[in-house]
């Protein structure tokens, strides 16, 4: 005799209270074995793979990808057999699939980091999600909608901060405003068409509108979900909440290579690869210090300006799945070594999937870096809610002047971008002039 097993979504941890559904490894009907991958979560700190809790098949799936569930609801109902009928599981029936889905890790933070958006196979799997209700019913419980707009009430409207934030400054009240994100979610593009507007305003365009764009039937089209999605609505969030101000300048860093080059030996013989980025990451912190104002951020909520006790640095590092930012903990009780070692680790665990959700966030500070591709300069976006942002490009061969004397000389340019509500422009360049002083002197960075 079968059983249904309402599988809720778990609280992952670090403040969790949503996820997003970025891509489900079963479908309706599939059997599964404990522990077997079954689908994939997002939070805001990290991509979590959660296991089947039990052996059975699956019987609907209430969440299709990219909508957003909270922690309680039920993502999956699982049928599951009586003790007495277990050796006549569906998993036993079906040996084939069993092994197909006991593959892997039950719970990899992360995720595994792929060349295509993830979740783009789901939506290409015949019958993925029917009779669950995630695709074309209301996950939240709304039901049908009221056909006129005017009529349209909801008094507890879903929606993220970011989009409460544009109907606050828009002037639109959330509860008349009619969803069309999954799940019974208010977008911000129904924010903005929902706002008043005036003859000189011009409102934003409408995903209807957007759809009628010409399109050749060899485009691709990949759903936008997971981290792609993620970092698209930090992004936004970032550059709708601050007001950026960019200051550049460029480093003679001729010292700081033959720094690097003095202690290259040491480093090795101690098995760290040192490149330059933690002479970049100790000048930061050494600047914080002198200008902690640079180490704070803005409670709008509570209107309060709170500076951090400590300084984590994020370190900006790139990967398949998109721009990560692991965090350099309590970078002001590190020495050079030791800074460079945790980047290392860092940036492999970014890349192979395997950091745990509180590597990932909790920065208060960031630095990013291009590279041997850093251009001649660039605007760097505010890893919101930070003040600060460091943005480093790579080094050329310029004229520089030595002792009243034009040489060729080793050449950086650093961009720094500053949140103006919070720092004044004088402030900023003086941050900046302290973290250029510190490079060019690195005899003093250890």
Request: charged share 25%.
């Amino acid at each position: 005799m079968s059983t249904d097993y309402l599988f809720k979504l778990p609280d992952l941890g670090e403040g969790m209270t949503e996820g997003e559904i970025v891509e489900w490894h079963v479908a309706v009907g599939d059997s599964v074995v404990e522990d077997a991958p079954m689908v994939e979560v997002m939070s805001d700190k990290a991509t979590v793979t959660i296991g089947a809790p039990k052996a059975g098949w699956i019987r609907e799936l209430r969440f299709a990808p990219g909508e957003v569930a909270n922690v309680g609801d039920v993502l999956v109902v699982i049928g599951t057999l009586e003790p007495r009928d277990a050796a006549h599981s569906a998993a036993d029936d079906d040996p084939g699939t069993a092994r197909r889905l006991d593959q892997g890790p039950a719970a990899t933070a992360v995720g595994d980091l792929r060349d295509v958006l993830p979740g783009a196979g789901y939506f290409q799997r015949p019958g993925a999600g029917k009779g669950g209700g995630a695709a074309g019913s209301d996950a939240s419980g709304h039901g049908n909608q009221p056909a006129e707009l005017g009529s349209y009430f909801e008094a507890k409207p879903l929606a993220t901060p970011a989009v409460r934030a544009l109907a606050k400054e828009l002037g639109v009240d959330l509860r008349h405003v009619r969803p069309s994100g999954a799940g019974g979610r208010v977008q911000e593009s129904d924010v903005r068409q929902h706002a008043p507007t005036s003859p000189g305003t011009l409102r934003a365009e409408s995903p209807t509108r957007s759809a009628r764009i010409a399109s050749d039937p060899a485009d691709i089209r990949r759903p936008f979900v997971g981290m792609r999605r993620r970092i698209a609505d930090r992004l936004q969030a970032s550059a709708r909440s601050a007001v950026h101000f960019t200051f550049v300048e460029e480093v003679d860093v001729g010292a700081l290579l033959a720094r690097r080059d003095a202690l290259e030996a040491r480093a090795e013989q101690a098995g760290i690869k040192l490149t330059y980025l933690p002479f970049i990451v100790q000048a930061v912190t050494r600047a914080l210090r002198a200008y902690p104002v640079l180490n704070s951020y803005l409670d709008e909520a509570r209107n309060e300006l709170v500076t951090r006790s400590a300084l984590h640095i994020g370190v900006a590092t790139a990967t398949e799945a998109g721009l990560m930012v692991p965090v350099v903990r309590h970078a002001e009780s590190l020495d050079l070594f030791s800074v460079a070692r945790e980047i290392d680790r860092l940036a492999e665990g970014a890349r192979a999937g395997s950091l745990r959700p509180d590597e990932l966030s909790g920065s208060t500070f960031t630095v990013t870096s291009l590279g041997k591709l850093g251009g001649l300069l660039a605007t760097p976006v505010l890893n919101y809610p930070e003040v600060g942002i460091l943005g480093v490009h790579r080094i050329k061969e310029k004229p520089v002047v030595r002792h009243g004397e034009v040489v060729v000389g080793k050449v950086m340019m650093l961009s720094f971008s500053f949140d103006h509500r919070v720092i004044d422009g004088h402030v900023g360049a003086s941050f900046a002039y302290a973290v250029i002083d510190a490079l060019e002197h690195p005899e003093s960075l250890s």
